[in-house]
């Protein structure tokens, strides 16, 4: 499935990056998901409306689950709309640029198509 948004860029990801703490050290289990690979998946299910199975299984992207526990507790604790007005604040000040969302309607709203009308 192609989607409009692209992963974060090295320059957007030097302004957001000093917000994120530096992951604890695991002594057993799988080890801690990239700060970068997280803030991408969740961006790319809140730009782009796709659902967390959608994700992409690449290295620029975190695990579907490792994204939606990590979205519900930035949402929990308020550091998601931080996060999401930092970003704002990037664009406002054009340091950076982000794709623009793409638009979508729901099905019950969606534009009529033209009917024939034959004489």
């Known amino acids: 499935m192609e989607t ?8 957007q990801w ?3 990056e000093p917000f994120f703490p530096n992951p604890p050290k695991r002594s057993r289990g799988k080890p801690h998901a990239a700060w970068r690979a997280v803030l ?11 659902k967390w199975s959608a994700i992409p299984v690449t290295p620029d ?8 526990r ?6 929990k604790s308020g550091f998601l ?3 999401l007005a930092k970003v704002n604040g ?6 950076v640029s982000f794709p623009p969302r793409r638009k979508r309607f729901p099905k019950s709203k969606l534009p009529a198509a033209p009917v024939a009308v034959s004489a």
């Open 40 to 50: 991408n998946s969740i961006l790319l299910v809140l730009l782009t409306k796709v």
């Open 90 to 95: 990037l664009i406002q000040e054009a340091k």
């Open 14 to 16: 030097l302004h957001l």
């Open 61 to 68: 992207y975190a695990a579907k689950s490792v994204s939606h």
């Open 81 to 83: 709309h931080e996060i």
């Open 70 to 75: 990590w979205f519900a507790i930035w949402d």
């Open 4 to 11: 409009a948004f692209q992963p974060l860029t090295d320059e």
